[in-house]
Nanobody
Framework: QVQLVESGGGLVQVGGSLRLSCAAS????????MDWYRQAPGKQRELVAA???????NYADSVKGRFTISRDNAKNTVDLQMNSLKPEDAAVYYC?????????WGQGTQVTVSS
């Protein structure tokens, strides 16, 4: 079974920083796309950032200039560096991998931003 495990979530003050990590196990091939989504209470899950096999990146407008996504293909990990955090960034963050057309999700990690 493929399993993705997030880590690094927690409580941070407004303007602070946090680094999320996601490690995958049980996969043979490097993911075509690694990404991070988030979901706040009462809202739909939204794409935060994505990175391709060639390290091309895309970010949600709300996080551009503040968040950075990176990947290590050898280790099958993806990180999300979050800076200048705002209250609206509070959510459960999920990492996702797309591997040859199949989508895999982690269980999520809580990020809380105190105002």
């Amino acid at each position: 079974q493929v399993q993705l495990v997030e880590s690094g979530g927690g409580l941070v003050q407004v303007g602070g920083s946090l680094r999320l990590s996601c490690a995958a196990s049980g996969i043979i091939f490097s993911p075509n796309i690694m990404d991070w989504y988030r979901q706040a209470p009462g809202k739909q899950r939204e794409l935060v950032a994505a990175i391709t096999s060639s390290s091309s990146t895309n970010y949600a407008d709300s996080v551009k200039g503040r968040f950075t996504i990176s990947r290590d293909n050898a280790k099958n990990t993806v990180d999300l560096q979050m800076n200048s955090l705002k209250p609206e960034d509070a959510a459960v963050y999920y990492c996702g991998f797309l591997v040859y057309g199949r989508r895999y999700w982690g269980q999520g990690t809580q990020v809380t931003v105190s105002s």
